[in-house]
Structures are given as C-alpha cells and as structure tokens.
C-alpha cells in the first residue's frame, strides 16, 4: 500500500528534521535518486522546512523586512514544494502507463501526487499536534483541547491514507484514471506576474 510506504518516510522525515530543529539545517536524502522514496523524502522535507518558515513569519514583534525575507523563502518554497508534486505525478503517470482505462473510467477530484500531499501536511499536523499534548508545564485544559483535535487528525488520517489507496488501486485496476494539470504558478514568473515584469522595463 502506497499509504504505508508514504507514512513511514513522512514520519522518518520529520524525526530526522527535529534532529536539528532549524530550517538551514543540512539536507540529505537517503533514497536513490529517480525513485518514488527520493521524491516523497523531498517532498515532505520542504513541507518540513515550510512549517516552520509559517511559524516564523507570524511572530507579531518580527521586523518588516525580516517578514518579507521570510515571505520570499515560503514562495520559493512553494514553487519547490509544487515542482516535486508534479514530479511524483509524472512518476504515477509512467507507472500506470500501460494501462487502459475503462470505458465507464471516472476522473479524480485529484491527482495521487496531491492527495500524497495532503498526507505529508497531515503527518506534521499530528506531530506537532503531539508535541502540544506532551507538554510539561501546559494547562491541563491546553492538553485536553489539544488531544481532543489530535484524535480528529488521526481519523483524518485513517481516512485520508485509505482513500489514496482506493484511488491508487482503481487507477491500476482502470475504474478512473489520471488526468494532471500543471499548476501554472504565475507569482513567480517574470512574464506572468505584472509586478515583475514592470519591472524590466
């Protein structure tokens, strides 16, 4: 099950990025390059760092140009973030080539990529979630609140992991097939973005 693959090197993530607990941490990835494990580990290493990235930006004391150098390292990002899920999108598309979708095929509200997405952005949810139910000096009415959301994100979970399986399993089987779109970011394209390409003149 992709679910259990994805899972595992979520979470594996995540423990290696609180090893060091920085953003500018270094970055090693330990799968072979061009493989589902390389993008996946990827992936959510920059959905890791982006975490944190929020968390700094939304320091109500931060200097105005330190926000804005914080702003330009989220949308750099992002764009990261969105390349590798077209990337691990383009990986299901290839594996699934050779099969021949039924008549009666339906398409996905979403690609497998995103739907894998959305996982990472869950793990670091129930993780940090944890963190706040294991704190030490919170009010006990802090560490209620907050165990009653983390068994809300863990049915999520459930579900979220069984549904990416379900979709994986009628694309191989031909019940609904791929259909992937480029996102056509246009906040950093120079040629998109009116800001930007005003600029150049």
């Known amino acids: 099950m992709i679910s259990e693959k994805a899972n595992r090197i979520f979470e594996q993530v995540i423990e290696n990025y609180h090893i060091f607990d920085s953003i500018d941490c270094p970055f090693h990835n330990p799968y072979p390059d061009h493989t589902l494990e390389y993008l996946l580990y990827r992936k959510c290493w920059i959905d890791t760092m982006q975490w944190h990235m929020e968390d700094e930006v939304r320091d109500p004391d931060i200097e105005p140009i330190v926000g804005l150098e914080w702003k330009r390292r989220i949308d750099e990002s992002n764009q990261l973030r969105t390349d590798t899920v077209e990337f691990i999108d383009n990986y299901f598309l290839r594996y699934f080539s050779h099969v021949s979708p039924r008549r009666d095929a339906r398409i996905n509200t979403e690609s497998p990529a995103w739907a894998l997405d959305r996982l990472s952005i869950l793990c670091l949810k ?73 600029a150049r003149k």
């Open 126 to 198: 129930i993780y940090h979630m944890r963190q706040e139910t294991q704190k030490i000096d919170a009010s006990p009415r802090h560490v209620a609140s907050c165990m009653e959301k983390l068994m809300i994100l863990l049915r999520q979970h459930e579900d979220l992991c069984r549904s990416i399986d379900e979709l994986l399993e009628d694309i191989r089987t031909g019940r609904k097939y791929m259909k992937v779109y480029k996102q056509m970011k246009m906040y950093n394209d120079a040629s998109l973005n009116p800001v930007l390409y005003a």
